[in-house]
Each structure stands twice: as structure tokens, then as C-alpha cells.
């Protein structure tokens, strides 16, 4: 059970608009710490997506944005295409926990 | 070009121990954080470990804290985990990461290894 809540699943049609919220608490994201992205297609490695909140690394398409408010974040994408199915991860970190990073459950999104 | 090659993973026994190692290339290796990810089969990633630049830092998840050692050679631009008393539960995908510079706090996580599978099995 990680401290930083996502839904398992969001699903939309190709061209649609779809988000992706990442909820924490106020020992993560309400304290201020930022919060990255990271989208793992099937059988790879993650790939940082969104950075400080709503920062697209280079090559990634401003269909991608990031945003983040109180002690949620989300990620939208804009015009969906069948290339974005795949799982998001939000990246925080909490204060409450003796470790480092902490990663959301994971967001399954599934093109229809 | 970044590079990040995971190596080391097997099959090894409950109570056994093993060493991951992460060549890292096309960067400065020794001006970064770097870090370990894992992911269990079908579930989501969870952070490891990372240690500081000069290695007088290192800080790990409470889960393999007493059993695993994170550790970096500057000189052969390789990172290194050594992972003791394996449970089953540490069954997982093993990636190398290098940690961002960009300021923000937690570091990002800016390139990732391909990977390597560690399975704990008797």
C-alpha cells in the first residue's frame, strides 16, 4: 500500500482526453515535495515522462503535461493514441518514512 | 549516450545471497546520485536504494535495510548491489537508475537500465 494513491485503471478512446491523479498526504506532496512521472510500455524499463511536476524531459510529446495542486498531482494526455497503452508511475517523496523515493501503485491505461 | 547495463541476476536460494552490478557509460558517472529500483512480477516499482556521488551517503527502503548494500566504484563507473539473506518476496525485475540534476527534490529518476530479473527460490 503505497502513500501515494493512484487509480489502478483509466481507459480512453484514441483522441481523447484522459488524466491520471496521484493522491499523497501532507507529509509528501502537501509538504511541497515534487512529484515525478514515468510511463513503462509493456516489457521495458520505465521512462521518465514529467519531471518537477510539469516538466517534459526532451521528446516527449506536449501531448504530456503535469500538474500539481494541495497533496495531489495528476498527469494528462491529450490526443490519445494506441502508443501511449501502458502503466504511469508517480514519484514522490514522504517525510513520515526513514527511506528516500516513493512511488504511486501504478496506473494501468488502456486504449480502446 | 546515457547508458545504464545491469548485470548479476539469477536464481538463488532462500537465505543466499547475490550482487548486482550496474555499468553506467556516455555521462559523468561520478557527478550523479544513482539509484535501484525493483519490481516484482506483475505488481508496480518500488525505490531500493541510492547512495551520493562520493558514496558518503547512502540511504535504503526499510525492507532490505540490514541485508542489502548499495555501493559505486567511480573509477570503473559502476554501481553495485550486494543483496544477503534473500526472501522470496525480494523476487523482482532489478533496475539501475541515474538520479537527475535539475534542482528538484526528490531527484528524478532521468535514465533507467534494461534491467535484471533476481528470483528467490528454493
Known amino acids: 500500500q503505497s502513500v501515494l494513491t493512484q487509480p489502478p485503471s483509466v481507459s480512453g478512446a484514441p483522441g481523447q482526453r484522459v488524466t491520471i491523479s496521484c493522491t499523497g498526504s501532507s507529509s509528501n506532496i502537501g509538504a511541497g515535495y515534487d512529484v515525478h512521472w514515468y510511463q513503462q510500455l509493456p516489457g521495458t524499463a520505465p521512462k521518465l515522462l514529467i519531471y518537477?511536476?510539469?516538466n517534459r524531459p526532451s521528446g516527449v510529446p506536449d501531448r504530456f503535461s503535469g500538474s500539481k495542486s494541495g497533496t495531489s498531482a495528476s498527469l494528462a494526455i491529450t490526443g490519445l493514441q494506441a502508443e501511449d497503452e501502458a502503466d504511469y508511475y508517480c514519484?514522490?517523496?514522504?517525510?513520515?518514512?526513514?527511506?528516500?523515493?516513493?512511488f504511486g501503485g501504478g496506473t494501468k491505461l488502456t486504449v480502446l | 549516450e546515457v547508458q545504464l547495463v545491469e548485470s548479476g541476476g539469477g536464481l538463488v536460494q532462500p537465505g543466499g545471497s547475490l550482487r548486482l552490478s550496474c555499468a553506467a557509460s556516455?555521462?559523468?558517472?561520478?557527478?550523479?546520485?544513482m539509484s535501484w529500483v525493483r519490481q516484482a512480477p506483475g505488481k508496480g516499482l518500488e525505490w531500493v536504494a541510492n547512495i551520493k556521488q562520493d558514496g558518503s551517503e547512502k540511504y535504503y527502503v526499510d525492507s532490505v535495510k540490514g541485508r542489502f548494500t548499495i555501493s559505486r566504484d567511480n573509477a570503473k563507473n559502476s554501481l553495485y548491489l550486494q543483496m544477503n539473506s534473500l526472501r522470496a518476496e525480494d523476487t523482482a525485475v532489478y533496475y539501475c537508475a541515474r538520479e537527475g540534476s535539475s534542482g528538484y527534490y526528490p531527484r528524478d529518476l532521468d535514465y533507467w537500465g534494461q534491467g535484471t530479473l533476481v528470483t528467490v527460490s528454493s
Open positions: 514519484q514522490s517523496y514522504d517525510s513520515s518514512l526513514s527511506g528516500c523515493w516513493v
Open positions: 518537477g511536476n510539469s
Open positions: 556516455g555521462f559523468t558517472f561520478s557527478s550523479y546520485w
